[in-house]
């Protein structure tokens, strides 16, 4: 990632934009409406006036005739009617400018500390614990509050007009009302533009300026934000909206306010119907149309406001897409520039490359991705040298074999394959503790002979031991999945008579637990010229090690994958249920698992054969939501065989689910986060 110069943060500067912005869009507006309703300002020294307009008759000009168009002063009822009209305008006015200047102050304090921030960064100075703690915590907020001050700022003006225009004795006249009412609906509309403007523009400089000055990189390689995903195709939507519709909007509003009744001339003579109808007044008369009380004309002044209106509203729309059209460009071009660039990065050998997350859409989850990837990449590929460092063990026989290798001196670093083979994973229960007591010469005995008995029972079953892991034993079947359960049960009949001979000792018996899973994997030789070793890269090797980790909370002795059922060719066989729905820790996707009840010591495997019809039947009603009906089967099977761990769990879960009602989140997949 690029290193990036410290920006400023202006706090002034994009309200005082939006400001004038409302300013641009409102004012034309009230004086549009004020001229329009108040003709003495365009009296002429407040005399009246008389036009001629020449009469024609059958396009010759005849004499002129008058039709009069009186212009004065009103009197005096009518001038105290138009100051109480615009009294209520300045009013609104007055509220405005007092509310939007506190509006601002409030946003200059809210806002401040973000300032001092980056002048002291800018200047390496020391940044205090709480401000750095203040920044990190409200930075991504910033936006919707700010947004949302102005918003108060607007709401409560917007009642105050609304609550006025209600008022029977506000208005002396309908002129005045419908005055007031126009300012209203211009000034909402301006509002509504003004805060997604500002809301807009804070939001672009957090997500492009801000973030990475505040956050840590490691934070900023995932999605830092919580509110729900925006997509692309939405943004679009509100770009096309915008182009359109807000430059048409403000033609039709200034094109409505411009409009005037020919009602409100009262009754035309022939000649003022000629002059204001046109050519068409005849042919209205001769017809059965009529001079339609509706029609409406632009006058010569209104003409020429709203041409001007029709300007303002244009420059501002162009200035505020213009603004807007940039930011959504960035929005798309600025991730992408970054990504191709961490991915250049990449190819060069920069495995720790990382692209900051920065929008909430489709091009954040991809950015987010690409970090997992690469991270995950890098860790693949650190794990696989720490592993080349450490292997010292011989590669075992049935592994050159797999390779395709009759001897040791034909492999190759490098020689690798592909199979289907099924994982097998045990651990001894309680090591740790059985341990403690033992002395190092002790642990290392009791390790050894625990092993040379358990080795030959997978090597028997067309097994081989890929590892040990301290007590735990991986191992490997190619051929049949039902190998690798044969092993197991044999495995756990061994461990009987190696209970007996310890607890002949006077020793504590053991217990160990089992996962086998069924996939894909990869072996391969890695190392060096002076040690090679074979090794196996899969995440099959991990789902089963997650299932050996389970089996002690269902209080199973071996739990299978539904892939490794799948792929057993005489499952009756051997004798399971079905245990649960279950998303181990480290996967994404959930898996069915089973136990392998021919595992379990007795009378625990005569028991839970006995109330497997029971406890197969009350999972399913699980399944289904009938919990009640579960609830009970799971009880009767308890009754038989009150140590059933399973059985335990499903219960309590049926107990708490009637109890508090099923989770908004309920898909019947248990999901495990320890290993």
Not at 74 to 90: A, C, F, S, V, Y
Not at 216 to 228: A, G, T, W, Y
Request: aromatic fraction near 12%; proline fraction near 4%; glycine fraction near 4%.
């Amino acid at each position: 990632m690029k290193n990036k110069k410290i920006p400023k943060y202006p706090i002034l500067r994009i309200y005082i934009s939006a400001i004038i912005l409302h300013i641009m869009l409102v004012f034309p507006v009230f004086s549009i409406i004020i001229l329009k309703n108040d003709p003495t300002v365009w009296t002429k020294n407040h005399v009246s006036q008389e036009i001629n307009v020449p009469k024609k008759i059958n396009n010759v000009a005849s004499k002129p005739s008058q039709i009069q168009i009186h212009f004065g002063l009103p009197d005096n009822k009518d001038n105290l009617n138009i100051t109480q009209g615009e009294n209520n305008l300045n009013k609104s006015n007055n509220l405005t400018t007092n509310l939007l200047l506190t509006a601002v102050v409030i946003i200059f304090v809210v806002n401040f500390p973000f300032k001092l921030y980056f002048i002291r960064k800018r200047k390496n100075k020391n940044i205090s614990p709480q401000l750095y703690k203040y920044c990190r915590k409200y930075l991504l907020r910033m936006p919707l509050i700010n947004s949302a001050i102005f918003f108060s700022a607007f709401l409560i003006l917007h009642v105050f007009m609304f609550i006025v225009l209600q008022q029977k004795n506000s208005f002396p006249d309908q002129i005045s009302k419908n005055l007031y009412s126009y300012y209203l609906y211009i000034s909402l509309f301006s509002s509504i533009l003004i805060v997604a403007f500002v809301y807009l523009w804070q939001k672009h400089l957090t997500h492009f300026k801000y973030l990475e000055h505040i956050y840590n990189p490691d934070e900023l390689r995932v999605k830092i934000f919580k509110s729900r995903i925006g997509g692309i195709r939405n943004r679009l939507w509100i770009s096309s909206a915008l182009t359109t519709l807000l430059p048409l909007l403000v033609v039709v509003f200034y094109m409505v306010i411009s409009i005037t009744s020919y009602t409100e001339l009262g009754a035309l003579t022939p000649d003022q119907g000629k002059v204001i109808y046109g050519h068409y007044y005849q042919l209205l008369l001769d017809t059965n149309i009529g001079l339609y009380k509706n029609f409406f004309y632009i006058n010569a002044v209104d003409n020429l406001l709203l041409i001007v209106g029709i300007s303002m509203g244009i420059i501002v729309s162009l200035i505020y897409l213009a603004i807007y059209l940039r930011w959504t460009t960035n929005d798309f071009v600025v991730p992408v520039k970054e990504l191709l660039y961490n991915m250049k990065r990449i190819g060069e050998g920069h495995l720790d490359a990382q692209a900051i997350v920065r929008t909430n859409d489709e091009i954040g989850e991809l950015t987010a991705g690409y970090n997992q990837m690469s991270r995950e990449l890098n860790n693949y590929i650190s794990r696989i040298s720490r592993m080349n460092e450490a292997y010292y063990r011989f590669v075992p026989r049935e592994f050159l074999e797999e390779l395709g290798k009759k001897d040791i001196s034909q492999v190759e670093l490098g020689d690798q394959v592909q199979r289907e083979m099924t994982i097998l994973f045990t651990d001894i229960r309680g090591f740790t503790e059985l341990s403690e007591d033992l002395s190092p010469k002790d642990t290392f005995d009791f390790i050894n002979q625990y092993l040379g008995i358990m080795e030959p029972i997978i090597t028997n079953n067309n097994g081989f031991i890929d590892k040990y892991i301290g007590d735990s034993i991986m191992a490997l079947f190619s051929k049949d999945a039902d190998d690798a359960l044969i092993a197991t049960l044999e495995m756990r009949r061994v461990l009987v008579d190696f209970n007996e001979v310890r607890e002949a000792e006077g020793k504590a018996p053991i217990e160990f637990g089992t996962g086998i899973h069924t996939g894909n994997l990869m072996l391969g030789i890695v190392g060096g010229y002076g040690r090679m070793d074979g090794t196996v890269v899969s995440d099959a090797v991990n789902l089963a090690s997650r299932l050996e980790g389970i089996t002690k909370y269902y209080g199973a002795a071996a739990i299978i994958s539904e892939d490794t059922l799948i792929k057993l060719k005489n499952p009756n066989l051997f004798n399971y249920r079905l245990l649960d729905i279950a998303k181990v820790k480290g996967k994404k996707k959930a898996v069915y698992i089973f136990e392998l009840i021919d595992a379990e010591n007795e009378p625990a495997r005569s028991k839970k054969t006995e109330t497997k019809p029971y406890f197969v039947k009350a999972v399913e009603y699980y399944k289904q939501q009938q919990f009640e009906d579960a609830l009970n089967l799971f009880e009767e099977v308890l009754k038989i065989h009150p140590t059933d761990k399973a059985a335990h769990v499903y219960l309590k879960r049926c107990q708490n689910i009637l109890k508090d009602g099923v989770p908004e989140d309920w898909n019947n997949i248990e999901i495990f986060k320890f290993k």
